[in-house]
């Protein structure tokens, strides 16, 4: 599971989505759109980087994806040639609105890091054994000026140098949205900046919390969901269960969910509840069936299994996705469902199927809970639905217990935590056999998603509290 | 020394819970003479200030991050000790 650590990305990107949010209810978003970055950036120095018209630049690609664009698509669009597109870009008639791509890289942000190559640091005293010298097949260390100096051109990227260094003196270099990528769908474009391989990507997010740089990006749905609002739409809010501890220790799941009532959501209900029916189902289904089955919860692990071992595509469980579930059952003719998780792939699961209209970050809804002026720590509490197993869902290993509590036979399960484990997984799932293979594309479940708030070990305390006994 | 903490939603999402964990890893002789408080909102970050806000001895300090912050009570604990 990984560690959550506040960064300058982070208060960027909320800073960004809070102000487009707080603008857009004052109904001044058009007249002052051009002049976010200015804002926000005031210079004359750049605040994150050394030149503030780079950083500008950056903000001005990322405004338009919070806007709901396409990267690839409005890259050439200036700011302000928006304001006549945007009640179509909001009510998503516009075809520069982003429906299949949902981790982008800007490639203004992306600083083209090196990687695949081994580099000498300062760290070398030129020992005189000189290992890396005598260890490298290709004689491409060299000694120069009293130290290892490592020729690109000989360098075919071993890495047995690093090894035989005493003093960890040579590391390889990383891009570190490559190596946060379990899938290789990471490669270069022409001028060698970050470029995702969508036949490979699972929109897991991973390089969007791994980039140094913000440069990973997702299309927003923010404010089309207020557009929404707006407009009179009756949405109903789902949130997920890895909510919970999301906006601190003092606010409560009932608090949400009147904080949503009164955002403008006709209704808010926990899918934790839509979470309870999937393991009944799941549970259920086990009872009648002899083959494996994977859980299909998490959309990236879906979109994993077809697009890297498709073998199992047909063992996929036949219960829908809690948010879809749930989605089903709440849909009525003209309403709409607004989904609130710490998942990018979900938009692209809500954008296959009739039954979820808008997606959002818990980052989202704390920058809608601004705009609509509305603290959740003041509202009065609430129940809130779902078991305990439901809330499980939320960590690593929660479907497992869940769908093994309420199965009437014995269950050998199998756990894939986060997609690094996905090869091995499923090499061990050829040799044995499993009853249930629990799959979670982010190490940890849910509560260590893209888009939380914190850290997934505070979460993870918090979750054991929630839902009611079964 | 009082210090109150906001917790409000727009200080919560720019870093207040890095800076409350942050308190936690103060020296023990400091610590001991902090008087803890939270706050919903000090209703100043919407413009005339800029979040995440805290209060020290009742004056406001804004864009605070863990190590800014720690530098401020410091300050105000080596002042308070003159």
């Given at each position: 599971?990984?560690?959550?650590?506040?960064?300058?990305?982070?208060?960027?990107?909320?800073?960004l989505?809070?102000?487009?949010?707080?603008?857009?209810?004052?109904?001044?978003?058009q007249?002052?759109?051009?002049?976010?970055?200015?804002?926000?950036?005031?210079?004359?120095?750049?605040?994150?980087?050394?030149s503030?018209?780079?950083?500008?630049?950056?903000?001005?690609?990322?405004?338009?994806?919070?806007?709901?664009?396409?990267?690839?698509?409005?890259?050439?669009?200036?700011?302000?040639?928006?304001?006549?597109?945007?009640?179509?870009?909001l009510?998503?008639?516009?075809?520069?609105?982003?429906h299949?791509?949902?981790?982008?890289?800007?490639?203004?942000?992306?600083?083209?890091?090196?990687?695949?190559?081994?580099?000498?640091?300062?760290?070398?005293?030129?020992?005189?054994?000189?290992?890396?010298?005598?260890?490298?097949?290709?004689?491409?260390?060299?000694?120069?000026?009293?130290?290892?100096?490592?020729?690109?051109?000989?360098c075919?990227?071993?890495?047995?140098?690093?090894?035989?260094?005493?003093?960890?003196?040579?590391v390889?270099?990383?891009?570190?949205?490559?190596?946060?990528?379990?899938l290789?769908?990471?490669?270069?474009?022409?001028?060698?900046?970050?470029?995702?391989?969508?036949?490979?990507?699972?929109?897991?997010?991973?390089?969007?919390?791994?980039c140094?740089?913000?440069?990973?990006?997702?299309?927003?749905?923010?404010?089309?969901?207020?557009?929404?609002?707006?407009?009179?739409?009756?949405?109903?809010?789902?949130?997920?269960?890895?909510?919970?501890?999301?906006?601190?220790?003092?606010?409560?799941?009932?608090?949400?969910?009147?904080?949503?009532?009164?955002?403008?959501?006709?209704?808010?209900?926990?899918?934790?509840?839509?979470?309870?029916?999937?393991?009944?189902?799941?549970?259920?289904?086990?009872?009648?069936?002899?083959?494996?089955?994977?859980?299909?919860?998490?959309?990236?692990?879906?979109?994993?299994?077809?697009?890297?071992?498709?073998?199992?595509?047909?063992?996929?469980?036949?219960?829908?996705?809690?948010?879809?579930?749930?989605?089903?059952?709440?849909?009525?003719?003209?309403?709409?469902?607004?989904?609130?998780?710490?998942?990018?792939?979900?938009?692209?699961e809500?954008?296959?199927?009739?039954?979820?209209?808008?997606?959002?970050?818990?980052?989202?809804?704390?920058?809608?809970?601004?705009?609509?002026?509305?603290?959740?720590?003041?509202?009065?509490?609430?129940?809130?639905e779902?078991?305990?197993?439901?809330?499980?869902?939320?960590?690593?290993?929660?479907?497992?217990?869940?769908?093994?509590?309420?199965?009437?036979?014995?269950?050998?399960t199998?756990?894939?935590?986060?997609?690094?484990?996905?090869?091995?997984?499923?090499?061990?799932?050829?040799?044995e056999?499993?009853?249930?293979?629990?799959?979670?594309?982010?190490?940890?479940?849910?509560?260590?998603?893209?888009?939380?708030?914190?850290?997934?070990?505070?979460?993870a305390?918090?979750?054991?509290?929630?839902?009611?006994?079964? | 020394?009082?210090?109150?903490?906001?917790?409000?939603?727009?200080?919560?999402?720019?870093?207040?819970?890095?800076?409350?964990e942050?308190?936690?890893?103060?020296p023990?002789?400091?610590a001991?003479?902090?008087?803890?408080?939270?706050?919903?909102?000090?209703?100043?970050?919407?413009?005339?200030?800029?979040?995440?806000?805290?209060?020290?001895?009742?004056?406001?300090?804004?864009?605070?991050?863990?190590?800014?912050?720690?530098?401020?009570?410091?300050?105000?604990?080596?002042?308070?000790?003159?």
């Amino acid at each position: 599971m990984r560690n959550f650590v506040f960064s300058e990305i982070m208060k960027i990107r909320r800073q960004l989505m809070m102000t487009l949010a707080q603008m857009y209810e004052k109904g001044t978003l058009q007249e002052h759109l051009a002049g976010i970055p200015k804002m926000l950036l005031p210079g004359p120095h750049g605040t994150y980087r050394s030149s503030v018209y780079h950083e500008r630049e950056v903000m001005k690609q990322r405004t338009k994806m919070y806007l709901g664009m396409d990267y690839e698509r409005s890259r050439e669009l200036e700011l302000y040639e928006l304001p006549s597109l945007i009640d179509d870009i909001l009510g998503m008639k516009s075809d520069l609105v982003s429906h299949d791509r949902f981790v982008q890289v800007i490639k203004e942000a992306c600083d083209s890091c090196p990687s695949g190559r081994y580099y000498a640091t300062d760290l070398c005293r030129n020992c005189v054994a000189h290992s890396c010298y005598n260890a490298c097949p290709k004689k491409a260390v060299e000694i120069q000026n009293d130290r290892a100096v490592i020729n690109i051109d000989q360098c075919i990227g071993c890495g047995l140098c690093a090894k035989a260094c005493s003093f960890y003196a040579i590391v390889k270099l990383e891009r570190p949205c490559e190596r946060s990528c379990a899938l290789q769908a990471i490669a270069k474009d022409a001028s060698f900046a970050a470029d995702i391989d969508y036949s490979r990507c699972v929109s897991c997010g991973a390089c969007y919390v791994a980039c140094p740089f913000g440069a990973t990006e997702s299309p927003s749905h923010l404010l089309r969901t207020l557009a929404g609002i707006r407009r009179g739409e009756e949405i109903i809010a789902i949130f997920a269960p890895a909510i919970v501890a999301q906006f601190g220790p003092k606010v409560t799941l009932g608090q949400i969910k009147n904080a949503l009532k009164k955002a403008g959501f006709s209704d808010a209900v926990a899918v934790a509840a839509g979470a309870d029916e999937v393991a009944e189902e799941e549970a259920h289904f086990l009872e009648h069936t002899a083959g494996t089955v994977t859980t299909s919860c998490c959309p990236a692990f879906v979109d994993y299994i077809g697009k890297n071992q498709p073998d199992f595509t047909d063992r996929i469980s036949p219960a829908p996705s809690p948010m879809i579930a749930l989605a089903k059952h709440l849909k009525t003719g003209a309403g709409k469902i607004a989904f609130i998780g710490p998942c990018i792939a979900k938009k692209l699961e809500a954008s296959k199927g009739p039954f979820v209209d808008y997606v959002l970050t818990f980052e989202e809804l704390g920058a809608l809970f601004i705009a609509k002026g509305i603290e959740p720590a003041a509202q009065e509490d609430a129940t809130v639905e779902g078991s305990r197993l439901g809330w499980g869902f939320a960590a690593a290993g929660g479907v497992t217990a869940a769908v093994k509590e309420l199965c009437t036979r014995e269950l050998r399960t199998l756990r894939m935590d986060g997609l690094a484990e996905g090869k091995e997984t499923f090499q061990t799932a050829r040799q044995e056999k499993f009853d249930l293979i629990e799959g979670m594309a982010c190490a940890g479940g849910c509560i260590a998603g893209p888009g939380i708030m914190v850290n997934p070990k505070v979460a993870a305390g918090a979750l054991k509290k929630a839902g009611s006994a079964t | 020394m009082e210090i109150k903490v906001c917790v409000g939603t727009t200080c919560h999402l720019l870093g207040a819970t890095e800076l409350v964990e942050a308190l936690k890893d103060l020296p023990p002789e400091i610590a001991r003479k902090i008087n803890l408080g939270y706050s919903v909102c000090f209703e100043s970050c919407q413009g005339t200030m800029r979040p995440p806000i805290i209060s020290i001895n009742g004056k406001y300090h804004q864009d605070m991050n863990p190590s800014r912050m720690k530098a401020l009570i410091l300050k105000t604990a080596e002042s308070e000790r003159s």
